[in-house]
């Protein structure tokens, strides 16, 4: 299996919702990622994870919440979100995080419109 | 400061036709190259990677890359674009500068003309 599986694909929410974006994949990668790509722009870096622990948050707003069940398991919960943080949340991962010339498999995303 | 270039926003090129996407860094070393290609509404797919030896890279989808250290570049290149190649194309590159850094140039995107 050489996937990383996001669910759901799209994903509308009012600002006072609570939602999950899920994450998934069975390479054994050791590293994980949440992206967030506006359109017609690069991805952004959100979160690291490495060995199930957070080692990267570059200071996303707290209403962005990660979580690591297990070392294939990634989770992204949302809270209170507003109308900007509309995009494309892209997971990743890597064999590893450090000493990287790994390079990233990408899930499809999932496509987030707050209302 | 470490940063990587992609100069041109948007490339046309007919169909068959060959094509090179330019893709430049600035690091005091070698850092590791990765060229990502992503269609519309989905993920990015990696194409190729560099981080030591030939400095001529074959990936999939007929795509190569060739590193040149006295330019700071790695230029993606396909001899002939078929109409699927439309899509837009992410240079990257990873460094440890204090902690390990991993950027995205601001993409190229191709449109082929049939």
């Known amino acids: 299996d050489t996937e990383v599986t996001q669910t759901p694909k799209h994903l509308v929410m009012g600002m006072t919702n609570k939602k999950s974006l899920k994450c998934e994949q069975h390479?054994?990668?050791?590293?994980m990622y949440w992206y967030k790509q506006k359109a017609k722009k690069p991805p952004e870096l959100m979160f690291v994870?490495?060995?199930?622990?957070?080692?990267i948050n570059e200071s996303v707003p707290s209403r962005f919440s990660p979580e690591c069940p297990n070392s294939s398991l990634l989770n992204l919960h949302l809270h209170a979100l507003q109308p900007e943080d509309s995009a494309l949340y892209l997971c990743?991962?890597?064999?590893?995080?450090?000493?990287?010339?790994?390079?990233?498999?990408f899930g499809s995303g999932t496509r987030l419109t707050v209302v | 400061a470490q940063s990587v270039t992609q100069p041109d926003i948007h490339i046309t090129v007919s169909e068959g036709a060959s094509l090179e996407l330019r893709c430049n860094y600035s690091?005091?070393?070698?850092?590791?190259l990765f060229w990502y290609v992503q269609s519309p509404g989905q993920g990015l797919q990696l194409l190729l990677k560099y981080f030591s030896g030939d400095t001529l890279v074959q990936g999939i989808k007929g795509f190569e890359a060739e590193f040149k250290r006295s330019q700071s570049s790695f230029n993606l290149r396909k001899p002939s674009v078929h109409w699927s190649d439309a899509a837009e194309y992410f240079c990257a590159v990873g460094f440890t500068s204090g902690t390990y850094k991993y950027i995205f140039g601001t993409g190229t995107r191709l449109k082929v003309l049939a």
């Open positions: 990743a991962s890597s064999q590893a995080w450090t000493g990287a010339n790994y390079g990233y498999t």
């Open positions: 690091y005091g070393a070698t850092p590791y």
């Open positions: 994870y490495s060995y199930e622990k957070l080692s």
């Open positions: 390479m054994g990668h050791r590293a």
